[in-house]
């Protein structure tokens, strides 16, 4: 599939699929891997990097998981088809500003990709949708199985995967799921959790990984070391704290229904309106309306709007996105106005589906 | 997303301007934003893992020690966070070990093994069953177990430094 195509569509794994998937948005695994013989992507000379993405790209050609995939060599990708690819979630904002000897394998549905030359040779990623992290470590080592029969590894008896960065060494294995946690944010309950969550040695993040912003209260939880655990303890132990954060954010529910219903109603309604009458409207208040509008199906005041349907209008109404679908480049102010359309379009064809509106 | 004033470089600055109740929001590059005289907090914000490493790491009298596989210095480390090549695990293995540990809490791996070093893992599992037996064997006295788990015990330890 190429960018183009993907720009019509919503990714597979926003499908509402998988356990809790009204409040895990995503799960997520992946795998820093390094090859031996070679300097690291950063240090290594034009030559050597090209020749590090010529052996990667052999590799995952013979990867049976892979067998579909489409391989994209970023050099050939405009800015915009970059920014399309960081919206995703395929790629990392440091790959998309890097393009000499770079790639993305993007296999399975955008479900399993591969980032070529990034910080390290090798990225590998699975994403499922709800919570599934489990499943999606068992995806990503396999496709990691199939590239070690091909290549050798940077490995060191004492220290595992050699990675570029040491936090990285070791398992290589990092795991997190996006949680949406508007109730902790409304009782004010999020810093008590926030901080609960890192001593117990787990990492909060932003909407797009490492060093982005929380928004529509999505949060992204992930394990903050991969030496001296297994992979599977690594998977288990996120997946427990999510499970304890989920159980908090549902006591913070009730409290809110309790306590608090008639605003949590207008709160929720007044977000439905704006969403299905707005005529120009930024991507963070999509962020932030849909959050309400979440929260008020997960709490059974609305249901003309389906869990896909929510995940669609954020992902949709995406800068990058915005412009690949309509194929062209457009301004803040125009695409705010093509954003409302979108969002109201999304939601028209969900209250046709249910038959409500 | 690109800048709006030039349309070239990826838009890094994001601000908004409210003017006469009219809010606008532009989105810059770092070069038109301070061509247009907006104030860029940093030149690059990287507060991330990396820069906290920096202030992990040992400041010992090694910083001219140089990886002789990349050319890799350990000031160079010490500055980027960042090491160069496999080999430079090996050349700062007495700085990175205990920066491991304060990383991780812990600088031994335990898990996956790519399929070329698979047997040399089992053995190190199997010697560490049999010391665990070996204690256990000292405790009920079984002197004779003890002394056949010993021996095969070095015998382990033997290929273990051979394969290694």
């Known amino acids: ?357 | 997303m690109l800048c709006d004033n030039c349309k070239k470089e990826p838009a890094r600055i994001h601000y908004k301007e409210i003017k006469d109740n009219q809010v606008s929001e532009f989105h810059l590059c770092e070069k038109c934003a301070i061509e247009k005289g907006i104030q860029v907090p940093h030149k690059k914000q990287t507060f991330s893992i990396s820069n906290i490493l920096t202030g992990m790491t040992e400041e010992t009298g090694s910083d001219l020690s140089t990886c002789s596989a990349c050319g890799l210095t350990y000031k160079e480390f010490r500055d980027a966070g960042r090491l160069g090549c496999a080999n430079c695990y090996e050349t700062f293995k007495e700085q990175i070990k205990p920066l491991l540990r304060r990383i991780h809490g812990s600088n031994v791996h335990i898990g996956k093994s790519p399929r070329s070093s698979q047997g040399i893992f089992e053995k190190r599992r199997e010697i560490e069953d049999l010391k665990m037996e070996l204690s256990r064997s000292i405790e009920s006295e079984d002197f004779e177990r003890a002394a056949e788990l010993r021996d095969r015990i070095k015998e382990l330890e033997k290929q273990q430094e051979g394969d290694e």
């Open chain 1, 1 to 357: 599939m190429n960018i183009a195509d993907m720009a019509m569509s919503t990714s597979p794994w926003l499908c509402g699929e998988g356990d809790y998937a009204e409040s895990v948005i995503s799960s997520r695994v992946r795998l820093a891997r390094n090859l031996a013989g070679f300097p690291f992507a950063h240090r290594a000379k034009p030559e050597e990097l090209r020749e590090a993405l010529t052996v990667s790209r052999q590799a995952l050609e013979g990867a049976n998981t892979l067998k579909t995939a489409d391989f994209m060599l970023m050099s050939d990708l405009g800015d915009l088809d970059r920014q399309f690819l960081v919206e995703r979630h395929l790629i990392s904002q440091e790959h998309a500003e890097k393009s000499a000897a770079r790639a993305v394998v993007v296999g399975d549905n955008e479900m399993l990709s591969v980032m070529i030359n990034e910080e390290d040779h090798l990225r590998l990623q699975s994403i499922r949708s709800g919570f599934q992290v489990m499943e999606a470590w068992r995806i990503v080592n396999r496709l990691d199985d199939e590239i070690d029969k091909q290549v050798e590894y940077a490995f060191s008896y004492e220290w595992g995967y050699l990675s570029a960065c040491p936090t990285n060494t070791g398992t290589g294995v990092r795991a997190s799921m996006l949680v949406h946690l508007p109730a902790l944010v409304h009782t004010g309950q999020i810093d008590k959790v926030l901080h609960g969550i890192s001593q117990m040695g787990l990492a909060v993040r932003g909407f797009y990984g490492e060093g982005s912003e929380v928004m529509g209260n999505l949060f992204q939880i992930s394990n903050r070391t991969a030496l001296g655990t297994s992979e599977i303890d690594i998977v288990q132990s996120l997946e427990k704290v999510v499970k304890q954060v989920l159980d908090y954010e549902g006591k913070a529910r009730e409290i809110l229904l309790r306590d608090a219903r008639s605003q949590i109603e207008d709160k929720v309604w007044r977000a439905y309106g704006i969403l299905k009458y707005c005529r120009k409207v930024a991507h963070r208040e999509v962020m932030s309306l849909t959050s309400a509008v979440r929260l008020g199906l997960c709490l059974k005041m609305v249901d003309s709007i389906s869990v896909v349907g929510l995940n669609s209008m954020v992902f949709k109404s995406q800068p990058a996105h915005l412009q690949k679908r309509f194929g062209r480049q457009m301004g803040p102010s125009e695409r705010d106005v093509v954003r409302a359309d979108t969002v109201r379009k999304v939601l028209a064809e969900e209250e046709a589906k249910t038959g409500t509106g």
